[in-house]
């Protein structure tokens, strides 16, 4: 299996270096739709990250949101969406890294792990703290706008790293 990701990185890493010197854009294509399914047959394994990070960078370098769609095979509203979930991961980030404290109920919201639709559901909602979170129950969360089983799982499953539970 080590040798499967030696290739699946290698092929990765020769894509990005087409890519980046703007040549052969047909082969980059084919590398990366060969590394897609080397990936897939993998377990599906590839992480998100490293695409984000690219969207990010061609975003501040000024690209166009169609110019960055092009760039990674997306539309300008996944590219769009990808940018927000970035900027939102890296202002969770900060702000995890600038409070090394526990959570408690105390705790504002920001300091869990949300998606940017469930932060904006907390957002409407005018919840602000972690005990206003685990006062509610899923049902009640599921009543939210926007928010679905998926939220309440990964909500549970990060409070439950904190030590939480949400109410019954």
Do not use: C
């Not at 206003?132 to 049902?139: D, G, H, N």
């Amino acid at each position: 299996m080590t040798d499967e990701w030696a290739r699946l990185t290698n092929t990765l890493r020769r894509a990005l270096e087409l890519a980046e010197q703007q040549h052969d854009y047909p082969e980059v294509m084919r590398l990366l739709a060969a590394a897609q399914k080397d990936g897939l047959r993998l377990g599906g394994a590839l992480e998100s990250r490293p695409v984000e990070e690219r969207i990010a960078g061609l975003r501040e370098a000024g690209e166009s949101y169609a110019a960055i769609g092009e760039a990674v095979g997306l539309n300008r509203e996944n590219v769009r969406q990808t940018l927000r979930r970035h900027e939102h991961a890296q202002r969770a980030a900060a702000r995890r890294d600038a409070d090394g404290s526990p959570v408690t109920a105390e705790s504002s919201v920001d300091r869990l792990d949300l998606s940017v639709t469930m932060a904006n559901a907390f957002d409407r909602e005018k919840i602000t703290t972690v005990g206003q979170v685990l006062a509610l129950s899923p049902r009640t969360l599921m009543k939210f706008k926007n928010w679905g089983r998926v939220s309440t799982a990964r909500l549970q499953q990060d409070l439950a790293r904190h030590g939480f539970k949400l109410a019954p």
